[in-house]
């Protein structure tokens, strides 16, 4: 089994290290021809449809943000406003099997009273106590956000801001304080959106896909607990607007955007390898 495991480890650490690769080639590729790329319509609905996941993401904002913010409240109205005696201490959280509950080694009893409370609203096994800060909780409510983004996002994200779709899209799905508040359906349906284009192997959509792609996108923004906000109102209109937009009247826009897409291809594929690596000799450990 150890064998098996560890060949299967390789296909797919391969696999990663050549989406990187690719990303990077491409990218350098094409920044240096510029011109070439704009004269393969596919490319350039790829590129659309980025934006549109952006726009997205951009009307999910405040949504999200509320949702979090009134849930920091309710647990400082319980807890009180008291924080960790004990922040430099390394915080790790470990299950218990036995009185199935989360423990934290912090004997200060403020962040294991916070750990419970979270741990509570936890909706699937797609969470990562490594993306938060501990000492944290009771001063920021996007660090209970975090825990429920899965494994790898980007450290330097302190606060709905920094949070790219993909972020808000995990936060929906794996945290039960939004379970009913939007058709779950709907909400997946956009992350498979959102992973097909980011990692579509030629960096192109077709005309029927960018359709779809979008129709998609809307659906979820026009659900009545999302059109209360106005940036989830504007969210529509921009994406609407997307599919006439012509992406060669500003180069240097259309460039900033090829940035941001390659730049989340290769982050994403940089940490599946990192997370990858962890898991592949926890399991080569297992079944040796």
């Not at 490319?43 to 920091?72: N, P, Q, R, S």
């Not at 005696?85 to 009273?113: E, F, H, I, Q």
């Amino acid at each position: 089994m150890g064998s098996y495991i560890s060949t299967l480890g390789t296909g797919l650490y391969q696999s990663y290290t050549a989406t990187v690769t690719q990303a990077t080639l491409l990218y350098q590729r094409y920044t240096a021809r510029p011109v070439a790329r704009f004269r393969r319509p596919d490319y350039l609905k790829w590129l659309k449809a980025g934006m549109a996941l952006k726009c997205c993401g951009e009307g999910l904002v405040d949504f999200c943000t509320d949702v979090i913010t009134t849930f920091h409240t309710t647990l400082i109205t319980q807890h009180g406003p008291a924080v960790c005696s004990s922040p430099l201490n390394p915080k790790k959280m470990t299950y218990d099997r036995g009185s199935k509950s989360w423990r934290v080694n912090c004997a200060c009893g403020v962040c294991d009273t916070w750990l419970q409370s979270i741990a509570s609203e936890l909706a699937t096994n797609q969470y990562s106590w490594k993306n938060t800060d501990v000492n944290e909780w009771p001063l920021h409510p996007w660090q209970l956000a975090k825990v429920f983004m899965g494994d790898g996002k980007d450290p330097t994200n302190h606060d709905p801001a920094d949070t790219d779709t993909a972020g808000f899209l995990q936060l929906i799905i794996n945290c039960q304080l939004f379970a009913n508040r939007l058709v779950e359906a709907k909400v997946k349906s956009v992350r498979e959106v959102r992973n097909d284009i980011l990692h579509s192997p030629n960096f192109e959509v077709t005309s029927a896909d960018l359709t779809t792609y979008l129709d998609k996108m809307t659906d979820l923004l026009q659900e009545p607990a999302l059109q209360q906000y106005a940036s989830a109102r504007r969210a529509v209109d921009e994406i609407n607007k997307i599919d006439a937009t012509s992406l060669d009247v500003n180069v240097a826009a259309v460039r900033d955007h090829e940035s941001i897409m390659y730049k989340q291809m290769v982050v994403e594929q940089t940490t599946n390898l990192k997370v990858f690596r962890r898991y592949k000799q926890t399991l080569i450990v297992i079944y040796q």
